[in-house]
């Protein structure tokens, strides 16, 4: 298989965070595609997903690494900051959070950084459900969107921007099934541009949309492979 076929890639990487072992070792390749990374809260999910991005570096003080991180065939500690961030998002839960202090055109403006016209996009919007929700028309206040509404925006915040690869950290695990149902659906129609990463402590809710499975506990890799493969061996 073609090394396009591998958008990120951890080489003997580890991680410790204030002198305690976060990360230990981890040799993997995340497929383009969808990827399902699993595992319980501490496991180290998030400063996996942070690392493809640099950001753990922002967040802890003192921080120790080894190995590599590559992402499309390059070590991001080679690469500029902005070049990764723009090919590669991460979200998590306080950024749904934090959407609340932002009006519907306010939060358009900073995530694209321009301005766009309702009218070329009402069609758009009115499918993912967002339309509807704008009673005060561009000035609606995003306090009033549900999760999954917040969401959905966030998707078509995502096919303007266009990143190649969107980190999704436990992002999805508190929506119910309806609307997780909905989302994974646009999802899926979405992955054959990109690459998701979606982390979860939920397996079953996403076993059905992995392409690779990824199980990670205590900062170490149990499992990597087929979902239909890790069913078959339980």
């Known amino acids: 298989m073609k090394s396009r076929k591998f958008p990120i890639r951890f080489e003997n990487f580890s991680l410790s965070v204030d002198g305690k072992s976060v990360l230990e070792n981890i040799t993997l390749s995340f497929v383009e595609g969808m990827n399902v990374l699993y595992g319980p809260r501490g496991s180290g999910k998030s400063s996996l997903l942070r690392s493809i991005v640099k950001l753990n570096t922002e967040i802890f003080n003192e921080i120790s690494r080894s190995g590599?991180?590559?992402?499309?065939d390059q070590n991001v500690e080679d690469l500029d900051d902005i070049y990764v961030r723009k090919n590669a998002l991460y979200l998590d839960t306080s950024f749904i959070d934090a959407m609340?202090?932002?009006?519907?055109?306010?939060?358009?403006?900073?995530a694209l950084k321009r301005k766009i016209s309702l009218e070329n996009f009402s069609e758009k919007l009115d499918d993912l459900g967002i339309l509807r929700m704008l009673i005060r028309g561009q000035k609606?206040?995003?306090s009033v969107f549900s999760p999954a509404e917040k969401i959905s925006l966030l998707l078509f915040i995502l096919e303007q921007k266009?990143?190649?690869v969107i980190l999704m950290d436990c992002l999805l695990d508190h929506?119910?099934?309806e609307n997780l149902e909905k989302i994974m659906d646009m999802f899926l129609k979405m992955?054959?541009?990109r690459t998701f990463v979606i982390?979860?402590?939920?397996?079953q809710r996403f076993l059905y949309i992995a392409d690779l499975l990824v199980i990670l506990n205590n900062g170490?890799?149990?499992?990597?492979?087929?979902p239909k493969d890790f069913v078959l061996r339980m």
């Open 68 to 72: 590599s991180v590559y992402l499309f």
């Open 100 to 110: 609340n202090q932002y009006t519907f055109d306010e939060f358009l403006k900073l």
């Open 140 to 142: 609606t206040p995003l």
């Open 162 to 164: 266009k990143p190649r």
């Open 175 to 177: 929506l119910d099934d």
């Open 191 to 193: 992955k054959e541009e």
């Open 199 to 203: 982390s979860t402590r939920i397996l």
């Open 220 to 226: 170490r890799i149990n499992y990597t492979g087929s």
